[in-house]
Structure formats: structure tokens, C-alpha cells
């Protein structure tokens, strides 16, 4: 089996968020119980041992905050859509499958991206094509180009807003380039 | 109303009680949607989103009313546990139930998987097996 050796500064946000759980879970944050519990985290990540995830090496605050908050606006204002949609539509609705080519081809920010989209309600990934980073997204109340046209480019927003927030410099400079032009 | 009952008492009682109602109505919601929905996929959208929204309002107003700050860092983890695994669950189900044609094709206004699927199928040669265009490694 073929081990790559991964650094501590890789594996370091993996066992912050273990010790972090394991904190939550005893509901105790004493530093003798914290000290513990990152040892705990360094044993498991040895003998549980996951492929490596490839971070960007940037991740900027500012604007996770504010992208934070969108979200969370877009999820409340989303479910009441469905709520809308399922008493006033039901077994009429129209939905699409569409299919948004990703700029990125980093599996953190696919994967991010996908888990964004479906949570915000109204979309939902049905399927992912890594070797060309498109997502296949199946968009409810999705009645003609227009509104495909418009779910894309949401798609698309978010995964900008996440290359932002944690992507690698090359791709923010793509990006930037794309925005200017 | 008179500045003694407008305790912080009264707003936090009263803020649960709205997030408590609202995150509950978040799951008729879902559960309207399960019945009026017309296939698998819409299904998925009304049994797992709302979900997410009525969770953190319900986990909100628990941590309220719990009044102990020892209890908000677990609140926390179930919900981002609840965030990391529901889009998981939803795309292997919608993925089998595209796959397995559990789909009203008439309801779609376009279908842009369709083609590839089908590509891809031919490439292979046999029908059934879509995992050609995906998961290659």
C-alpha cells in the first residue's frame, strides 16, 4: 500500500476539528481534557488513516463571513420556496437536470461547491464528472433556458465565492482575470 | 407592556418559542412536499432541505432554553454533522434514481445528463452501466 507521509501542517485542521468534537461531545473544554483529546486525535488519524485533502493554502476570513451569511439567507429564504412550491405546485412542478462546467478542478472545491448547492434547497447534485469537474445538478421549478440559465450561473457564483475563500493562487488569479475581462 | 415583564427572560422564551414553531413547520414542509411531489428527485429536495434549516432552528431554541454554554459546541457539531452528510445521502439517492429511471422525462423542461449518459453507455457497449462517463480515476 502505497503511504504517502503527509505533513503536520496538512493534517492540522483535521485534528483541530477532532479535538474540537471531542471537546463538544464531553462538554468540557479544561486544557486536561483538550490535551487529551489531541492525542486521541493524533492515535486516530495515524491508524484510521484517509488520503490526504489537498487544501489551497489560503483561506481568507473576510470573506468566509460574509459568504457564511449568505448562506444561511439563501437556505431559510430557499425552504420556504419548497414549502411555497409544495402546497401551491405539488405534482405539477417543472424541474431540470443541468449541467454547470466548474472552473475548478481541485476535488476540495467540487466537492465544496456540490455540498453548497445541495444544501441550499432548489438544487440538488445528481451527478459528478471529476475528470471535467462538471456538475449535473437537477434544479426544482426549472421551467425554460432562462431559469436554467439563471441556476447555472448561481452555481458558478458560489463556486467563485468559494475560490475566494480557500482556493489555490492560480485559480484566484483566473478568476480575477475573468472578472475583469 | 410594562418594563418588568420585558425581561431578557420573556425575549429569549419568545424567540425559542418562534424558532421552535418555524423549525417544526420546516418539517411539514418536508413532509407536504414527500406527498405532493410527483417523483424521486423533487422528493429529495422536500425530504432533505428544509431539514437542514428546521434543524438549526429547533437546535437553536434547545440551546436557548438549555442556558448553559457548555451545550452550544454539540449543538454546533450535530448541525455541521447534519450539513457534511445530508448532501451525501441526497446525491446517492438521486444518482440511483436517475440511473434506475425513476424520473417523469415530461416534467423535465431540459435533461442535459441525458445525452452524456447515453454516450457513454454506447461506448461501452451495453445499456445499463452509466459509470463510464464518471468516476474515472
Known sequence: MNRKRISLRQELPLLVWLVIVWGALWQNFSPGNLLFGALTAVVVARLFYLPPVELGGRFNLLRAVPFALVFVAKVVTASFQVLYLALARGPKVISAVVAVPLRSHSDLLVTATGHVTALIPGSLVVEVDRSTSTLYIHGINVRNADDAARLRKDVRDTEAGLIRIMGTQAELSALNQEAGS | ?137
Not at chain 2, 423549525?23 to 417523483?39: N, Q
Not at chain 2, 428544509?50 to 457548555?70: C, E
Open chain 2, 1 to 137: 407592556m410594562n418594563p418588568e415583564t420585558f425581561s431578557a427572560d420573556t425575549v429569549i422564551d419568545a424567540v425559542s418559542a418562534v424558532f421552535m414553531v418555524v423549525g417544526a413547520l420546516m418539517s411539514l414542509a418536508a413532509a407536504v412536499g414527500l406527498l405532493r411531489f410527483p417523483d424521486l428527485m423533487t422528493r429529495m429536495h422536500a425530504a432533505t432541505k428544509p431539514q437542514v434549516l428546521g434543524l438549526f432552528l429547533l437546535l437553536f431554541a434547545l440551546g436557548l432554553q438549555m442556558r448553559t454554554w457548555w451545550v452550544w459546541p454539540v449543538l454546533g457539531v450535530a448541525w455541521i454533522f447534519q450539513l457534511l452528510t445530508v448532501p451525501v445521502s441526497a446525491h446517492m439517492v438521486g444518482r440511483a434514481g436517475y440511473r434506475t429511471k425513476h424520473l417523469h422525462p415530461e416534467l423535465l423542461s431540459t435533461d442535459e445528463l441525458e445525452a452524456v449518459v447515453q454516450q457513454a453507455a454506447g461506448k461501452r457497449g451495453f445499456g445499463d452501466d452509466g459509470d463510464a462517463a464518471t468516476d474515472r480515476r
